[in-house]
T-cell receptor, first 114, second 111 residues
Framework: DGGITQSPKYLFRKEGQNVTLSCEQN?????MYWYRQDPGQGLRLIYY???????QKGDIAEGYSVSREKKESFPLTVTSAQKNPTAFYLC?????????????FGQGTRLTVV | SQKIEQNSEALNIQEGKTATLTCNYT??????LQWYRQDPGRGPVFLLL?????KEKRKERLKVTFDTTLKQSLFHITASQPADSATYLC??????????FGTGTKLQVIP
């Protein structure tokens, strides 16, 4: 089955640590996105990538980094510079060959600072 | 900057009635407007997409309208059911670039 997989589902981070969230898709989609969602809030764009080895900052990129070495993978690193990292993180992908921009989402990773 | 507004208050309706959710936007001319459903602790799921040159789109019990003059979209669920209870998100884009989401409206359908 085609889809987009995020792992882990739950992640705990100590103060000062970097952590990496995984996002893999087998939909052959070109574009991939990372969003952050806080309780009762909408989705805020962190980074997005339209092609391999290229990515752009979203609205809240500070304290985060990404890479796009393969079309299927778009990992997000939450660095120690991110002062308030506790949130629900969502990865999405979009096919650039379609007529619209329907986004497919993973099931999310809930990150908690302990 | 771009701004998308959805009613932040929860919408409670009786089962069988039509639910109407609103999405307003400013400082933006989207080519596409989308609606997603999100259940607690899950990723959003795509429901409908409407293009800037379309006025209305239907899918089963769902209907979306798109008024680019008013900068507003309305999302209707007819014959609502308790299973329709969820948060509904509006999203705008001009193509393959940034897809911007609203804060969502929580719908509760009461049996």
């Amino acid at each position: 089955d085609g889809g987009i997989t995020q792992s882990p589902k739950y992640l705990f981070r100590k103060e000062g640590q970097n952590v990496t969230l995984s996002c893999e898709q087998n939909l052959n989609h070109d574009a991939m996105y990372w969003y952050r969602q806080d309780p009762g809030q909408g989705l805020r764009l962190i980074y997005y990538s339209q092609i391999v080895n290229d990515f752009q900052k979203g609205d809240i990129a500070e304290g985060y980094s990404v890479s796009r070495e393969k079309k299927e993978s778009f990992p997000l690193t939450v660095t120690s510079a991110q002062k308030n990292p506790t949130a629900f993180y969502l990865c999405a992908s979009i096919s650039l060959g379609g007529l619209g921009t329907e986004a497919f989402f993973g099931q999310g990773t809930r990150l908690t600072v302990v | 900057s771009q701004k998308i507004e959805q009613n932040s208050e929860a919408l409670n309706i009786q089962e069988g009635k039509t639910a109407t959710l609103t999405c307003n936007y400013t400082n933006y001319s989207p080519a596409y407007l989308q609606w997603y459903r999100q259940d607690p602790g899950r990723g959003p799921v795509f429901l409908l997409l409407i293009r800037e040159n379309e006025k209305e789109k239907r899918k089963e019990r769902l209907k979306v309208t798109f008024d680019t003059t008013l900068k507003q979209s309305l999302f209707h669920i007819t014959a609502s059911q308790p299973a329709d209870s969820a948060t509904y998100l509006c999203a705008l884009s001009r193509g393959y670039q940034k897809v911007t989401f609203g804060t969502g409206t929580k719908l509760q359908v009461i049996p």
